[in-house]
């Protein structure tokens, strides 16, 4: 069975300290792994798709990594913008059914 | 251009109506796709269609029915809300050349 699992699920930082998001996944053929962020109230919007195993993504603060069991979301120098939910998801080979992990909340204090 | 849009964003009823959840598409996409998040679950999809009069049951569809008839629409319908349907739900697509999904800004329904 399809799943994504997401740590931890909630992150406090202060502002300037770095810190990874990670996202464990099991997926019978992965088509593409996708970190999404969620504002408080909005629905969630798309940031980084990862097709294989070594791909690496980047915007601004932002970098996503994949492995063939995980992946990490690493922010560097986090601004209190930042603050949000970060969403991990998963789509196998074959269908566009995605499966989502239940996010990590990131709240960074200046 | 809004992309895609739901309506009502908020809704409260009573358990046993019928409630139905629209969602419009301006970009013409193949794929729409129905969620509902709540706490500690994340986003659990409902249903699915893949084009016009082509649906398809997710993890949870019982209690919901869909329909497609035009491609920019694709509304849900609560036969008989129940409290255990109180949730945000949203609506996606999926580009036809990409396979990321772009949300609307959802519907939190509360069914008391």
């Known amino acids: 069975e399809d799943q994504v699992t997401q740590s931890p699920e909630a992150l406090r930082l202060q502002e300037g300290e770095s810190s990874s998001l990670n996202c464990s996944y099991t997926v019978s053929g992965l088509r593409g792994l996708f970190w999404y962020r969620q504002d408080p109230g909005k629905g969630p919007e798309f940031l980084f798709t990862?097709?294989?195993a070594g791909e690496e993504k980047e915007k601004e603060r932002l970098k996503a990594t994949l492995t063939k069991k995980e992946s990490f979301l690493h922010i560097t120098a986090p601004k209190p913008e930042d603050s949000a939910t970060y969403l991990c998801?998963?789509?196998?080979?074959?269908?566009?059914?995605?499966?989502f992990g239940a996010g990590t909340r990131l709240f960074v204090k200046a | 251009d809004a992309g895609i849009t739901q309506s009502p964003r908020y809704k409260i009823t009573e358990t046993g109506r019928q409630v139905t959840l629209m969602c419009h598409q301006t970009w013409s996409h193949s794929y729409m796709f129905w969620y509902r998040q709540d706490l500690g679950h994340g986003l659990r999809l409902i249903y699915y269609?893949?084009?016009?009069?082509?649906?398809d049951k997710g993890e949870v569809p019982d209690g919901y029915v869909v329909s497609r008839s035009k491609t920019e629409n694709f509304p849900l319908t609560l036969e008989s809300a129940t409290r255990s349907q109180t949730s945000v739900y949203f609506c996606a697509t999926i580009a036809d050349t990409h396979y990321e999904q772009y949300f609307g800004p959802g519907t939190r329904l509360t069914v008391t």
């Open positions: 269609s893949a084009a016009a009069d082509i649906t």
């Open positions: 998801a998963v789509q196998a080979t074959g269908g566009f059914k995605t499966i």
């Open positions: 990862l097709y294989s």
